[in-house]
T-cell receptor
Framework: SAVISQKPSRDICQRGTSLTIQCQVDSQVTMMFWYRQQPGQSLTLIATANQGSEATYESGFVIDKFPISRPNLTFSTLTVSNMSPEDSSIYLC???????????FGEGSRLTVL | GENVEQHPSTLSVQEGDSAVIKCTYSDSASNYFPWYKQELGKRPQLIIDIRSNVGEKKDQRIAVTLNKTAKHFSLHITETQPEDSAVYFCAASGTSGSARQLTFGSGTQLTVLP
């Protein structure tokens, strides 16, 4: 299994500001994934963070809005830029287990934008 | 791309009864089908998964069945208990190790009534 720590666990932000979420994994992983879960909704993949290269974004998500860093094999950050109330969501960091392909999730960062 | 539909969106059962959640997928190349359970305020966690080379898999009170011809798979929970109350997500993937190919269903809120 993988132990994933995320912070902040929750935050209340003002419109127009930016917030960076940190994700730390207890083992080295090639890919780290960032998901968004809007209130009462399913999980939507934002991007895949690869160490040593730019993140790969899914349709509907752009780097200017969600810049990602991946400085090493155990750490990544996701920034939510120029926030609006529509960005109020839970943001989850995730990695794949080494043997089974199981997805492990961090506890999530619940953002509320006023 | 893959499209996963999940039904029902909400399900209430009496404690001790069985619960069944169904999902259909569109991509015949998908070969990995995990189920995640998300308790209120917590991270999603894998509860069972099945690969396309088997038709059924059981783990104590939980079972998953897969019909590749019809492109649907189902989660069965027997002898439900109040702690089974949660949101359940199905997913389908072409490659078990790649979250980029993992598409989630919309989720089912299961409530087990004591």
């Amino acid at each position: 299994s993988a132990v994933i720590s995320q912070k902040p666990s929750r935050d209340i932000c003002q419109r127009g500001t930016s917030l960076t979420i940190q994700c730390q994994v207890d083992s080295q992983v090639t890919m780290m994934f960032w998901y968004r879960q809007q209130p009462g909704q399913s999980l939507t993949l934002i991007a895949t963070a690869n160490q040593g290269s730019e993140a790969t974004y899914e349709s509907g998500f752009v780097i200017d809005k969600f810049p990602i860093s991946r400085p090493n094999l155990t750490f990544s950050t996701l920034t939510v830029s120029n926030m609006s109330p529509e960005d109020s969501s839970i943001y989850l960091c995730s990695v794949t287990g080494p043997n089974t392909g199981e997805l492990f999730f961090g506890e999530g960062s619940r953002l509320t934008v006023l | 791309g893959e499209n996963v539909e999940q039904h029902p969106s909400t399900l209430s059962v009496q404690e001790g009864d069985s619960a069944v959640i169904k999902c259909t997928y569109s991509d015949s190349a998908s070969n990995y089908f995990p189920w995640y359970k998300q308790e209120l305020g917590k991270r999603p966690q894998l509860i069972i998964d099945i690969r396309s080379n088997v038709g059924e898999k059981k783990d104590q009170r939980i079972a998953v069945t897969l019909n590749k011809t019809a492109k649907h798979f189902s989660l069965h929970i027997t002898e439900t208990q109040p702690e089974d109350s949660a949101v359940y997500f199905c997913a389908a993937s072409g490659t078990s190790g790649s979250a980029r190919q993992l598409t989630f269903g919309s989720g089912t809120q299961l409530t087990v009534l004591p």
